[in-house]
């Protein structure tokens, strides 16, 4: 056990121990594993919250950059970016099919980004081991701006206690961890600690495109809703080919550049006209539709055209009595009648996220006794979304704007961020069959940030045959780590 002294009379407590793993390259890689918890306080010194982290420090003796990942929710620990993902052990899994229980597979992992940057898995405040100190309240730490605040201070506070302000800085954020990564970049380095990238893998910045009356949520997810009727064999009016082989022989990317022209075009031409829509146009648009995403016409037609993401996951497979994925629409769960019309929980009553989260908390939970000898009497908690969620503050104080934003738009701050420091690189990645942050989205809010032609330069994306975590899929997460070493190596 070693122990680092915070300013006060309090311990910062973690135990590291020592690993090595072979890279695909035949590099051997000597690593330090660290677990513990950074101590997060208030301006007056006093305690606010004891944040949990994973660390993973290679031994080459040459400097290396360190990269802060967490994941979203909000409510959602950073365990799936880790042994799911990108750390130095792995629970492959069997997506895009369900993964059966245990016993599972875990060991090093071939695609762990520790081949080029120093790892820091941080867990937010409810989540994982992450707790609230003595006397700290859940508004303080609950809410868009509040927790951008509290990870700022543990990141600065892992820099000072581990050495590393010299160390190139990335940050890594999935799903709302790409609103907090975005927020949080500009934080920093309105506090003096500049960054040379920041990482976003199903991103949403401009949480206002979600309001309800708003049209850019159906055009954001059209392109999404056809590669997933493609997958089904449901385009072009149920032209069968099932499992994901092609539509009519038109290849995946061919198919998504005709719908994207049509989103983006036609359709939203149409949307933006409301009821001054001819009934002849709004016939030729719904005939267009139906064949892009498998729907009826009619069906179409009397929803105005405007597709719910809710009623798209049941009408899709409905006459096989299925519900697709919300997170990967590649999978598909028998939901033939279910009692009760209430709220399920999104982020585990999805056959997407139901099919890999035992395999990752299972191999996380080995990870930490078997590898780590880590040892605590808390709790893990991989999701506390529906606590969090429900008493999460939405309000947002955007750089450039005086008064808090009703709901975040945070892509005002990575472009004040971007034109703060010009050498800041961005990369948005993403899977073309996730519903809850379709692609199309992440173009819409980039191409919101209004850079000039040489930081636009700065943003980089790349969008996979995969769902919002993209990473699980066997085939996938391979061309990932290629993609993100050469990143790194551009930006560092």
Same mark, same amino acid.
């Given at each position: 056990m070693i122990t680092m002294a915070d300013a006060g009379t309090e311990l910062e407590s973690c135990v590291t121990t020592r690993h090595a793993i072979d890279l695909p390259d035949g590099r051997r890689l000597d690593y330090q594993a660290t677990a513990g918890t950074v101590r997060v306080s208030r301006d007056d010194g006093s305690a606010l919250a004891d944040v949990f982290y994973l660390a993973y420090r290679a031994d080459t003796g040459a400097p290396?950059?360190?990269?802060?990942?967490?994941?979203?929710?909000?409510?959602s620990a950073s365990l799936w970016l880790n042994v799911g993902g990108f750390g130095p052990r792995r629970v492959p899994t069997l997506t895009p099919h369900a993964t059966p229980p245990?016993?599972?597979?875990?060991?090093?992992?071939?695609?762990?980004?520790? =081949?080029?940057?120093?790892?820091?898995?941080?867990?937010?405040?409810?989540?994982?081991?992450?707790?609230? =100190?003595?006397?700290?309240?859940?508004?303080?730490?609950?809410?868009?701006?509040?927790?951008?605040?509290?990870?700022?201070?543990?990141?600065?506070?892992?820099?000072?206690?581990?050495?590393?302000?010299?160390?190139?800085?990335?940050?890594?954020?999935?799903?709302?961890?790409?609103?907090?990564?975005?927020?949080?970049?500009?934080?920093?380095?309105?506090?003096? =600690?500049?960054?040379?990238?920041?990482?976003m893998l199903s991103t949403l910045l401009n949480w206002a495109t979600t309001q309800p009356g708003l049209d850019q949520y159906y055009i954001n997810l059209l392109p999404s809703y056809a590669a997933t009727a493609w997958y089904h064999g449901r385009a072009n009016h149920g032209r069968a080919n099932h499992g994901g082989a092609n539509h009519g022989g038109v290849p995946l990317a061919e198919f998504l550049a005709g719908a994207r022209e049509f989103a983006g075009g036609e359709y939203a031409s149409a949307l933006q006209r409301g009821d001054l829509l001819p009934s002849a146009t709004e016939r030729a648009v719904a005939a267009r539709l139906a064949e892009i995403t498998g729907l009826d016409a009619g069906w179409l037609l009397r929803r105005k055209l405007r597709i719910e993401m809710e009623d798209f996951r049941r009408q899709l497979l409905a006459t096989d009595g299925k519900l697709i994925g919300r997170f990967d629409t590649r999978f598909a769960a028998d939901h033939q009648y279910?009692?009760?019309?209430?709220?399920?929980?999104?982020?585990?009553?999805?056959?997407?996220?139901?099919?890999?989260?035992?395999?990752?908390?299972?191999?996380?939970?080995?990870?930490?006794?078997?590898?780590?000898?880590?040892?605590?009497?808390?709790?893990?908690?991989?999701?506390?979304?529906?606590?969090?969620?429900?008493?999460?503050?939405?309000?947002?104080?955007?750089?450039?704007?005086?008064?808090?934003?009703q709901v975040p738009n945070v892509a005002l701050d990575l472009s004040a961020a971007m034109r703060r420091n010009p050498a800041l690189r961005v990369y948005i990645m993403g899977g073309v069959f996730d519903l809850s942050t379709p692609f199309a989205g992440a173009e819409f809010d980039i191409s919101h940030l209004f850079l000039g032609e040489r930081l636009r330069r700065n943003v980089r994306f790349s969008w996979y045959e995969s769902g919002h975590m993209t990473f699980v899929d066997e085939k996938v997460i391979p061309v990932m780590a290629s993609d993100l070493a050469q990143f790194y190596a551009g930006a560092t």
């Open positions: 290396r950059p360190v990269t802060f990942l967490f994941n979203g929710g909000p409510g245990a016993p599972y597979e875990f060991g090093d992992n071939p695609h762990t980004l520790l =081949a080029v940057s120093d790892l820091v898995f941080l867990d937010a405040v409810g989540t994982g081991f992450s707790r609230l =100190a003595s006397g700290g309240r859940t508004d303080e730490v609950w809410g868009v701006d509040q927790d951008v605040d509290v990870f700022a201070r543990a990141i600065l506070r892992y820099l000072t206690i581990t050495g590393s302000w010299q160390a190139p800085r990335y940050l890594f954020g999935e799903s709302y961890g790409t609103s907090r990564a975005a927020a949080l970049v500009h934080k920093l380095q309105n506090l003096g =600690a500049d960054f040379n990238g920041v990482i279910v009692i009760g019309t209430g709220a399920f929980d999104p982020a585990t009553d999805d056959a997407a996220t139901a099919g890999v989260n035992s395999a990752h908390l299972s191999g996380f939970h080995q990870h930490l006794a078997a590898d780590l000898g880590y040892r605590t009497d808390l709790h893990y908690r991989p999701l506390h979304n529906m606590t969090i969620a429900a008493a999460w503050d939405w309000h947002h104080k955007a750089p450039g704007i005086d008064a808090p934003l």
